[in-house]
């Protein structure tokens, strides 16, 4: 299940003589999606982009993903003949399985390699403590997915599909996100922590290292994240409409 949240990257495109990125030097992601787009449209990639860095890097969060699909939003509507919604999305998907996501709006339930994405109705009420823990480092997704098949994390698949999928369809008040799977990629001691303060949901946020908590008062996310500032870095934010 995938979901925005209000904490988020700033990105800038304008017609340019040339390719160029700024203000986040360790970008490859941004400038990777211009050049698909320029290909698919067979056009010059003749755009400047900026980057404005607030989602930490590497944290299982999702932001190099973010920043590409909105570049390639921003740059496919300064091309003469932009591409249709599901073009950008076809090709999004060739930059990172989770980039079309961030095409869309709303939360969306991910299959397959996470790239064919279906609507869902959630509740939004509640606010999001994130945790990056300190000296947390993320493991390539290489490394996770061995992990994940040495301990034979696909065993059981169907049954634990099915039980996210009835979960899906009985959720109503912000509390019933409690009842969705854990995450079978990682797990994290903090998020014992952020239950014991009083999230009624915490897991790890994709493969990690970034651990969030689900709050349905925005005083107890702030104690939280106080709490909490020694383990590392936090955040109090909320889901996006």
């Known amino acids: 299940m995938l ?3 209000v904490l988020c990257d700033r990105i800038a495109i304008e017609p340019a003589d040339l390719l160029g990125v700024e203000g986040f030097e360790g970008d490859t992601i941004v400038r990777a999606a211009l050049v698909a787009l320029a290909v698919a ?3 010059e990639p003749l755009w400047a982009a900026r980057i404005w860095k607030s989602i930490p890097v590497a944290a299982g969060l999702g932001g190099g993903s973010s920043d590409a699909a ?15 919604p599901h073009e950008l999305e076809q090709l999004a998907a060739t930059i990172g399985a989770d980039v079309p996501f961030f095409l869309r709006n709303g939360p969306q339930l991910g299959t397959g390699d996470g790239s064919s994405l279906a609507p ?19 493991e390539s997704t290489a ?21 996210l999928l009835d ?25 014992l922590d952020l239950v014991d303060r009083g999230a009624f949901r915490a897991d790890v946020s994709g ?4 651990v969030y908590g689900l709050f349905l008062q925005r005083r107890h996310a702030d104690a939280a994240a106080r709490a909490l500032q020694a383990a590392g870095r936090t955040w109090v934010t909320r889901p996006c409409p």
């Open 3 to 5: 979901q925005r949240v």
């Open 41 to 43: 449209a067979g056009v």
């Open 70 to 84: 909105t570049a390639l939003r921003l740059a496919n509507g300064l091309l003469p003949t932009p591409l249709a």
């Open 120 to 138: 869902l109705e959630l509740p939004l009420d509640y606010s999001v403590v994130l945790v990056l823990p300190a000296g947390a480092t993320k």
């Open 143 to 163: 490394d996770v997915y061995r992990r994940f098949d040495e301990r034979a994390g696909a065993v059981g698949f169907a049954e634990r599909r099915a039980a």
């Open 167 to 191: 979960t899906l369809a009985g959720i109503r008040r912000a509390v019933d996100l409690a009842g969705l799977p854990a995450n079978d990629l990682a797990s994290s001691a903090v998020a």
């Open 207 to 210: 493969a990690g290292p970034t």
